[in-house]
C-alpha cells in the first residue's frame, strides 16, 4: 500500500508541475493579439455609430421594441442624435490630432503646360455627326 501512495503521491506531483508550466509558457509564448490591441480610428468611428442607437440586429428583440415605443432609455432620434454628436466630436478630434502631431509640408505646385484653357479655346469648326453620317 505505501508504495501505491508513493507512485501516487510522485504522479500528482509530476502532472501538477507540468500543468502549471504548461500554463507559464502558454501566456508567454503568445502575447495579446494585435489586431485586439491597436484599434485604428475607422474602428472608434464604428464604435461612436452604434454607442447609444445599436445596430439593427442587436434592435430587434421584443424589450427593445417595447423600449423604443416608450422612448426607454431613449427614442430612436434621440439615440441617433447621441451618437451624430459623438462621431462629430471624434471626427474633430481626430483631425486636430491628424495635424498638430506633424508639420505642415508645403511644395510648389508645378508648372502647367497648357497655355490656355478649355473654356477660353475657340469652339470646333465641324459639324458633330450623330449615327455614323
Given at each position: ?7 501516487l503521491?510522485?504522479?500528482?506531483l509530476f502532472?501538477?508541475?507540468a500543468t502549471?508550466?504548461s500554463?507559464?509558457i502558454?501566456?508567454?509564448?503568445h502575447?495579446?493579439?494585435p489586431?485586439?490591441?491597436?484599434q485604428?480610428f475607422?474602428e ?5 455609430t452604434q454607442r447609444?442607437?445599436?445596430?439593427f440586429?442587436?434592435n430587434r428583440?421584443?424589450l427593445?421594441?417595447?423600449g ?13 442624435e447621441?451618437?451624430?454628436r459623438?462621431v ?6 481626430e ?7 506633424t ?11 497648357y497655355?490656355?484653357s478649355?473654356?477660353?479655346a ?12
Open positions: 500500500m505505501a508504495m501505491n501512495w508513493k507512485s503521491s510522485g504522479t500528482i502532472s501538477t508541475i502549471l508550466t500554463v507559464q502558454a501566456q508567454a509564448g502575447p495579446e493579439d489586431a485586439r490591441t491597436y485604428p475607422a472608434k468611428f464604428n464604435r461612436a447609444r442607437s445599436g445596430n440586429f442587436g428583440d421584443i427593445h421594441q417595447i423604443r415605443y416608450f422612448g426607454i432609455p431613449k427614442y430612436p432620434e434621440q439615440a441617433i447621441s451618437d451624430n459623438r462629430n466630436q471624434l471626427y474633430i478630434d483631425q486636430r490630432r491628424q495635424f498638430s502631431s508639420p505642415v509640408i508645403r511644395t510648389p505646385d508645378l508648372i502647367n503646360p497655355n490656355q478649355v473654356l477660353t475657340p469652339p470646333p469648326n465641324s459639324n458633330p455627326s450623330f449615327g455614323g453620317n
